[in-house]
Nanobody, 129 residues
């Protein structure tokens, strides 16, 4: 059974940083792309960043490019989202997600919510002074 568990959310002031972690179990590490998505109150869920399985290519939404970095640690089956220079508009519940292993990489590259088959329960990030 695939499980994704996020951690690292919290309250931070504008301009601050947070690092989110997502520990994954139940599937063969290295065969799945891994992504971060977020949902703000009253808004639809949107893609933030994704990392493909084989080549490790990274993709970011325009709103976070240059501020957020997705990475993974293969030794502990964990994917990270380093968030710097946070803004109030980054406030949202952040979800770790993965598409099925048979999904082509364009679901990750396009940060397509409907292309993800596995989801964590989310972690709240609040950016406020």
């Amino acid at each position: 059974q695939v499980q994704l568990v996020e951690s690292g959310g919290g309250l931070v002031q504008p301009g601050g940083s947070l690092r989110l972690s997502c520990t994954i179990s139940g599937f063969r590490w290295g065969y799945y792309a891994l992504g971060w998505f977020r949902q703000a109150p009253g808004k639809e869920r949107e893609g933030v960043a994704c990392l493909t399985s084989a080549e490790g290519n990274t993709y970011y939404s325009n709103s976070v490019k240059g501020r957020f970095t997705i990475s993974r640690d293969n030794t502990i089956n964990t994917v990270y989202l380093q968030m710097n220079n946070l803004k109030p508009e980054d406030t949202a519940v952040y979800y770790c997600a993965a598409p099925g292993s048979d999904r082509p990489d364009h679901y990750c590259a396009g940060l397509i919510v409907a292309g993800m088959d596995y989801w964590g329960k989310g972690t709240q990030v609040t950016v406020s002074s």
